[in-house]
């Protein structure tokens, strides 16, 4: 029930891009942040960030497992906001997060490894 991404979860995508920025090095957008924190599963979002970072040990484990559990924080003061459950049904909002999930996987994919990416639920089979 993720929508940390949406309106009040701005300091914590603003926190991830800074983090990733200054203690990675990476050169990530908040768009892209955004997306990753709107997936609705914890294994899910370590997993992406793993692929991101390429790897999960010491400080990208520490900086994972802190993203988790902030991420996990944020969810659950968004789940009593009506706003936000109108930002998940929105049809629009998933249009978006589609888009987003491809700046991600481009994003992997010039970082060299497309591990994240696989066919979308939506996309039609060849």
């Known amino acids: 029930m993720a929508v940390a991404g949406a309106v009040s979860g701005e300091p914590l995508v603003h926190w991830c891009t800074q983090q990733l920025r200054k203690t990675f090095g990476l050169d990530v957008s908040e768009e892209i942040i955004q997306y990753v924190l709107s997936i609705e599963s914890a294994e899910e979002i370590r997993e992406y960030v793993t692929d991101l970072l390429q790897g999960n040990e010491g400080k990208k484990g520490q900086f994972i497992e802190e993203l988790i559990t902030k ?7 968004l789940i009593s906001d009506p706003l936000q459950q109108c930002f998940k049904k929105d049809g629009t909002r998933e249009q978006q997060l589609r888009k987003e999930e491809d700046k991600v996987c481009q994003f992997i994919h010039k970082r060299g490894t497309g591990q994240a990416c696989s066919p979308a639920p939506w996309s039609s089979p060849l």
């Open 71 to 77: 991420w996990q924080k944020n969810d659950q003061e």
